[in-house]
Nanobody
Framework: QVQLVESGGGLVQPGGSLRLSCAAS????????MGWYRQAPGKQRELVAA???????NYAHSVKGRFTISRDNAKNTVYLQMNSLKPEDTAVYYC??????????????WGQGTQVTVSS
């Protein structure tokens, strides 16, 4: 059984910063891509940022230059540093990971979501 546990959400004023963390635990052989998605009320879930096991990153255009994704492979943890936050960044943020419990299987896992609210 694999779990993704997120932390770090909350309420912040525009221009502020937050750091999200997501730790994977359980039966893990390897982890390929880890990433963050978000879903605002009435909108579809969208990719925010992703990072491969080798460190290659990908960002949504709307967060480039403001958000930084990183991971600690030894801790099976992915982070999202969010700076210069805007009200339009308000959403539930979900951690996602492609995890292989064995050499031949890979599954897609989601965290429970953490609320980020940017408001004055």
């Amino acid at each position: 059984q694999v779990q993704l546990v997120e932390s770090g959400g909350g309420l912040v004023q525009p221009g502020g910063s937050l750091r999200l963390s997501c730790a994977a635990s359980g039966s893990i052989f390897s982890i390929n891509v880890m990433g963050w998605y978000r879903q605002a009320p009435g909108k579809q879930r969208e990719l925010v940022a992703a990072v491969t096991s080798g460190g290659s990153t990908n960002y949504a255009h709307s967060v480039k230059g403001r958000f930084t994704i990183s991971r600690d492979n030894a801790k099976n943890t992915v982070y999202l540093q969010m700076n210069s936050l805007k009200p339009e960044d308000t959403a539930v943020y979900y951690c996602n990971a492609q995890i292989a419990p064995s050499l031949t299987l890979t599954y897609n896992y989601w965290g429970q979501g953490t609320q980020v609210t940017v408001s004055s």
